[in-house]
């Protein structure tokens, strides 16, 4: 970490036209936005020169020699070539600027998932051993990193400037963002949507470490995020317990000790409750009813992340055949 540099106030820095490079895509993004730039700038210069030029030339009453109008056929060439010109400086662009957005929103196979929920009004964040953080984001350089980016209640929008990332954060979609650090340092993060009163506050940092500094932060956050205490908090939160813990009035199939056991299907099948079949019963709860119940379950598709599932399935293993006989038990 000694070679960080926080990028989080401008007082300290010295001017920048644009913010920090801190990512691969950075460079990228700023090469294309230079050159489009540069080539405004000098057309600009080309043609108020030319109407300058022109203006004082051939001013009222400037004896200069005219040039005869050409022909028509002439005109007409000159103009297909200034369109087909400028068509083919188009075309570049537009294949350069595409081919770079189809880049930065396709994330590379071996990329590392960090999940990403925006709330009114902060940013909750989730490593991919359950560490978890709000409003600061930990990541190693040169490695890229996904962001599964969604918001639990209005549009937002991840924005990193740093990395040259902006996303919306969608209710009920999820969409994804990549990139790769390459300068360790804390880096500004915004909500670059209006979403509220507090919309300018909901912004955080970016902290961009060496990867044995990112590995240690890991084990030092994540050690205390057990997935079978987490996993049991969101059985509560789910509802799950409403209908499937021991003493619950709802004839629904209770999960205590049901990890690894035999079940008999309605449809006359047996499976083994395993984490597979314990995922799709929360999935597609009507794929496959337990005998004896009716399909009443909803669908928790959609509305529950993987690494909740894994957590969930974690509890529902833990659990032993006597957990909640007795009242107190289960967690309320
Ligand atoms: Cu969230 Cu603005």
Same mark, same amino acid.
């Given at each position: 970490m000694s070679h960080s540099v926080s990028y989080?106030?401008?007082?300290?820095?010295? $001017? #920048? $036209?644009?913010p920090v490079q801190a990512s691969t895509g950075a460079h990228d993004v700023d090469l294309l936005a230079y050159v489009l730039f540069g080539l405004c700038v000098v057309l600009a210069f080309v043609v108020a020169g030319l109407i300058a030029w022109f203006g004082i030339r051939y001013?009222? +009453?400037?004896?200069v020699k005219r040039f005869a109008p050409v022909s028509e056929h002439r005109a007409h060439w000159i103009e297909a070539i200034f369109a087909l010109v400028l068509l083919a400086v188009f075309l570049v662009f537009f294949y350069w600027g595409g081919r770079l957005m189809v880049d930065l929103y396709r994330p590379p196979a071996d990329a590392m998932t960090i999940h990403v929920v925006g709330k009114q009004w902060m940013w909750k964040l989730e490593h991919p051993n359950g560490a978890r953080e709000i409003n600061t984001l930990h990541v190693p350089t040169g490695r890229n990193v996904r962001l599964d980016i969604t918001s639990q209640d209005v549009i937002h929008s991840f924005y990193v400037p740093a990395f040259r990332i902006k996303h919306d954060a969608v209710p009920g979609l999820h969409t994804t963002l990549w990139f790769k650090a390459t300068q360790t340092g804390e880096y500004r993060m915004f909500c670059?949507?209006? =979403? +509220?009163?507090n919309h300018s506050r909901m912004r955080g940092k970016v902290v961009v470490m060496a990867p044995a500094d990112y590995a240690d932060w890991l084990d030092a956050n994540g050690h205390d995020q057990n997935p079978v205490r987490l996993g049991r908090e969101l059985f509560r939160t789910y509802g799950c317990?409403? =209908? !499937?813990? /021991? #003493?619950?009035?709802? !004839?629904?199939?209770?999960?205590? /000790?049901?990890?690894g056991r035999s079940i008999a299907l309605a449809d006359g099948r047996t499976v083994v409750a395993d984490q597979a079949y314990i995922r799709d019963s929360i999935l597609?709860?009507?794929k496959q009813v337990a005998a +004896? $119940?009716?399909?009443?379950m909803p669908s928790f598709a959609g509305r529950i992340s993987e690494s909740e599932l894994q957590q969930i399935i974690a509890y529902i293993r833990s659990l032993k055949p006597g957990d909640w006989a007795t009242a107190g038990e289960g967690g309320d």
């Open positions: 989080l106030q401008d007082a300290d820095q010295p $001017f #920048r $036209f644009i001013r009222a +009453g400037s004896t670059a949507e209006y =979403c +509220g009163t317990s409403g =209908c !499937h813990m /021991g #003493r619950s009035a709802v !004839h629904a199939p209770k999960l205590a /000790g049901i990890y597609q709860p009507k +004896g $119940f009716a399909p009443i």
